[in-house]
């Protein structure tokens, strides 16, 4: 038996990636284990998105690097949003590594491995990227059996002057609505009663299909499975229609969450980033969510330190997150990207005026999601079951239909007993900064 050790970093849509390389592995006679030392293939399918991703993917590959000098018969493969992004560099730079792949490749992954010789650093690249999944690819699971992604897209047509997934992973394209459904009915059949929908951009979908847009797909997933919760992630802020609103609110099985981007809220910094929106328009977005989906939880993405952005830009921030109290907000520091325009952008922010006004937005937000979490106390709650917790075996972990798997809180089961993927009625007892206490109900 052949074995291989995967390292997948970065995000989902990544994941699903690493997910059908390793189903086409094992299909050609591979078997993934766990311990680097004892594969015989070192695979790793890198992020490139940002600086601290390509430094961590850097990092990764110099670590599995000294499992094959201890052992030159090992194959040490690299692939990903790195890859395509940087293969040229990184063939120069890093010779430990036996094969580079970029994304429109992984699917040659077994073939190319078969006819490798020793220590050739070759490098197999198609640019732009313009592949594109399919239900018929083979797939093998990495997340627990209960819960998946599905992602319904490939690249971006948005232009964003910070972003470099365009040219990364290439322009849209939306997957046929029926292909989608025929993976989402296998990923039932293998167990899952989570799906959440993934894209760079969920709003986009089928903009470049006849007759297909998100709301369209989901009503197709509602009827083609039964799959309990369907989760949407990554929705561009003027794209969510009052379609999609009202289907959702008719529709109990699509939670009430929604993962929307803002990047920032002040009008010019929201120009330069090359958005197109402005606080206003972000100010009757969330007025339609909470008019037609009154408990809907909303998330969405900060970015602190874009070149120009003043002390005024930060407090109209401030002013907005605190008159909006929304449900969970990431906040990341910009960095300068190469090739990304705004990397030539005047004047930058300095590091340490940068780790200030983070702090400073954090703070708020701990404070918003502590008081958004308290009107849940005494709630019975659908949970999904997750399995022990990781802080103690004394406990349960789960989710809320308001808490996104990876990126939200939790909540701790104190009472009961259940099952990793069951869903579970939870009166709800504490609320913390950002996760809940409960017991089962009987």
Not at 206 to 228: Q, Y
Not at 292 to 302: F, I, N, S, V
Request: aromatic share 6%.
């Amino acid at each position: 038996m052949k074995t291989l050790r995967l390292i997948s970093l970065g995000c989902a849509k990544n994941l699903v990636d690493s997910e059908m390389m390793l189903g086409s592995l094992e299909l050609c006679g591979w078997q993934a284990i766990e311990d680097p030392g004892e594969a015989d293939l070192l695979l790793v399918n890198t992020c490139g998105f940002i600086r601290p991703a390509v430094e961590e993917a850097v990092d990764e590959i110099l670590r599995l690097a000294e499992y094959k000098h201890a052992d030159p018969a090992k194959k040490l493969v690299v692939t990903g949003c790195l890859v395509q992004r940087y293969g040229a560099e990184l063939q120069k730079e890093l010779p430990e590594v036996d094969l580079f792949i970029g994304i429109d490749d992984q699917q040659r992954l077994p073939e190319l491995i078969s006819h490798l010789p020793g220590n050739s650093g070759e490098l197999v690249l198609s640019q732009p990227s313009r592949s594109l999944i399919s239900s018929a690819m083979p797939r093998r699971l990495s997340t627990p059996p209960f819960r998946s992604w599905l992602k319904i897209t490939e690249g971006c047509n948005n232009r964003c002057t910070y972003c470099m997934i365009p040219s990364i992973r290439g322009d849209l394209r939306s997957r046929p609505a029926a292909d989608l459904a025929t993976e989402a009915r296998a990923l039932e059949q293998a167990g899952v009663k989570e799906l959440s929908l993934i894209a760079q951009d969920l709003t986009a979908y089928g903009s470049d299909l006849d007759a297909a847009n998100l709301a369209s797909l989901l009503r197709l997933l509602l009827t083609e499975t039964s799959i309990p919760w369907l989760r949407l992630l990554y929705l561009y802020p003027t794209s969510v229609s009052n379609e999609l609103l009202e289907l959702m609110a008719a529709q109990p099985r699509i939670v009430p969450y929604l993962d929307i981007p803002f990047q920032h809220v002040s009008d010019r910094v929201l120009q330069r980033m090359n958005r197109r929106y402005g606080q206003k328009d972000l100010d009757q977005l969330i007025s339609r969510i909470r008019s037609l989906l009154p408990d809907c939880a909303l998330r969405t993405t900060m970015m602190i330190g874009f070149p120009g952005e003043t002390e005024q830009d930060v407090q109209v921030l401030l002013d907005c997150l605190e008159r909006w109290q929304l449900d969970h907000v990431g906040v990341f520091p910009y960095e300068d990207e190469d090739g990304a325009p705004a990397a030539d952008f005047m004047p930058k922010v300095p590091e340490e005026e940068k780790q200030a006004r983070f702090e400073r937005v954090m703070e708020l937000q701990a404070k918003i999601s502590s008081e958004q979490l308290q009107r849940h106390v005494g709630r019975k709650e659908e949970v999904l079951v997750e399995g022990l917790s990781n802080e103690t075996d004394l406990l349960l972990e789960g989710r809320t239909r308001f808490q996104a798997p990876e990126i939200d809180g939790c909540v701790y089961i104190n009472e009961g007993t259940a099952s990793p993927g069951d869903i579970v009625k939870v009166r709800i007892a504490e609320a913390h900064t950002y996760d809940l206490v409960g017991g089962i109900m009987s």
